[in-house]
């Protein structure tokens, strides 16, 4: 059973890169939302590209949850943030992502650090929560979600990495229910357990928190700030409570590799650029240059974006520059993004 929870968790970072792919490109289309309102997600779900991320992100789940069963916490939660990885390459290769050195220098420390914990985790069934932490999951779903009607106030960067944060925090609370979930031995003991319904309802706030932070700019800074909040309590939590264990002798192995992908992903939200409107000005102020308006040079402007709806599949490319420049008469100034 440990070798086929290896194989779930490699199939894992695949299936999560690509939801936050697809889930990123939906946010962009999607109007602004200022309000912890529910109804984002039936909005979000009107993209077919966001339905189809959302699939891979229940298979992503699921894989996840199968990995638990014998995987420490620390693995699987940290994995996760190697999502980023196949999320990268993926916007590079198919939306024409221009990722900084910074990012791509943090990137390859990510899998440096994952590799470390692959090498360091021991499988081990997991051991009951107990009634004690079932309620404390229940309290951590209500603060969460309070928080997040505070959040979702703030716009840009802080934006994406406060909502991102709080997704994360949803999310490990999800994995902390998973793990003893994971091992009951009947389907009726599964259906009845508390722990599957604090699964979904932390499963549901985390999903609604991540898509108002990929709304808010850098799509790699909201994931990253979902991965490094969600990666320590859990793994606190399975260490301490849960019997996640460590092969003798590499405790120094897995100390270092968990600093290093937590430092990896908390540099991810400090360096990720938003992918949604910047190539745009770029492309557009090339456009301008070239050609102009009735053979007449335009000054270096770009025409403000309207706010939610760049996606990133439309952040490059020459399509995109002609469309901005037969509109170019109407230019106006953009407005810089901190």
Known sequence: MATASWCFLAAMIVAYGIANLLQSVAAAR????????????????????????????????????????????????????????????????VLKWR??????????????????????????????????????????????????????????????????????????AAAVAARPLASASTWDAFLTD??????????????????????????????????????????????????DKIWPGREWLAGTGFLITLAAVIGLTRYAEPQHHHAVAQETTRAVLDGGVGGRQLPLVAPRPAEGRLCDSESTGPTRAASTQAASTGLRRPITRS
């Open 30 to 93: 999607t109007t602004m939302q200022h309000t912890f309102d529910p109804g984002l997600l039936l909005r979000l779900a009107g993209h077919r590209a966001y339905l189809v991320g959302l699939v891979c992100q229940v298979g992503g789940f699921v894989l996840a949850f199968l990995a638990r069963r014998d995987l420490p916490l620390f693995l699987v939660q940290a994995s996760v943030a190697a999502g980023l990885g196949v999320t990268a390459l993926l916007g590079v290769i």
């Open 194 to 243: 508390p722990l599957l319904y604090l699964l979904i309802g932390h499963s549901i706030v985390g999903q609604l928190l991540l898509g108002l932070a990929m709304q808010r700019g850098s799509t790699t800074a909201a994931v990253a700030a979902m991965d490094a909040a969600g990666a320590v309590p859990a793994a606190i939590v399975g260490l301490l409570l849960l019997n």
């Open 99 to 172: 990722l900084p050195m910074a990012e791509v220098v943090l990137l390859l420390l990510l899998f440096a650090g994952i590799t470390a914990l692959v090498l360091s985790a021991q499988p081990a069934p997991s051991k009951p929560l107990g009634t004690a932490g079932v309620i404390a999951l229940l309290v951590a779903l209500g603060a969460i979600a309070v928080l997040g009607i505070f959040a979702v106030r703030l716009q840009g960067a802080p934006g994406s990495v406060a909502l991102g944060s709080l997704a994360g925090l949803g999310f490990s």
